[in-house]
């Protein structure tokens, strides 16, 4: 399954804050060992600079301080995600439109809405696999102006994770004619990617922000 619109890498679980925690103690640790060995080996005559241990002390206390704000920030994101997760739990067994030409295979059919400005005396339709090869075209498709559905049906053979794109060249004599391609289906699972929360439809995921339309 393709991802057709994806934002946001975010860092899950294992999070870095709690494995800089963990380094830092191991740090603080072994700063206090040297310190008492120093002090217990130092020249009487010539006693160590207390200044510099001030320092270094403040120095972890200023790193911990940072680290204990990356949790309470990374505590602040997961809950976000846990609402975001809530709200589109909403968007389950619901037709939504994306703004893509990309679709997958469902029920044998490769599905996708297009749009015309005008109508068009000529127009050619072209599908794509994942690595740009044009696997079908055709020009018998509906010119009119207006919202219109286009299916396909890929040949034997062909994987049921693959994800097609659609092309249009739509003319009305020697003027271009604008068209937009939408995907269109049913939201049949939710999951996420690094942190996204992506909705299943048409055979691909995408992120709520690009649904333009919600039955």
Do not use: C
Not at 27 to 46: A, E, G, M, R, S
Not at 153 to 161: I, M, R, V
Not at 188 to 197: H, M, R, V
């Amino acid at each position: 399954m393709d991802v057709a619109a994806l934002v946001g890498t975010q860092e899950t679980s294992n999070s870095r804050a709690g494995t800089a925690k963990k380094k830092l103690a191991d740090d603080f640790t072994n700063f206090l060992t040297l310190l008492t060995k120093q002090l217990q080996f130092q020249d009487p005559l010539d006693p160590l600079d207390s200044n510099e241990f001030t320092q270094q002390l403040v120095s972890f206390t200023q790193v911990e301080q940072s680290v204990q704000q990356n949790k309470n920030l990374e505590g602040i994101i997961s809950q976000i995600q846990s609402q975001n997760m809530s709200n589109a739990v909403g968007y389950l067994g619901k037709e939504i439109t994306i703004g893509t030409n990309k679709a997958g295979i469902t029920e044998g059919e490769v599905k996708w809405e297009y749009v015309l400005g005008t109508t068009a005396n000529d127009m050619k339709i072209t599908i794509k696999d994942k690595n740009g090869k044009i696997v079908h075209d055709t020009a018998a498709a509906d010119k009119t102006s207006g919202r219109h559905e286009f299916k396909w049906t890929p040949p034997e053979g062909t994987k049921s994770g693959d994800i097609f794109s659609l092309e249009i060249t739509a003319k009305m004599g020697e003027s271009s004619v604008k068209a937009g391609i939408y995907s269109k289906g049913i939201v049949d699972s939710i999951e996420t990617y690094k942190g996204e929360i992506l909705l299943s439809s048409n055979g691909i995921l995408t992120s709520p922000r690009h649904v333009i339309a919600v039955k």
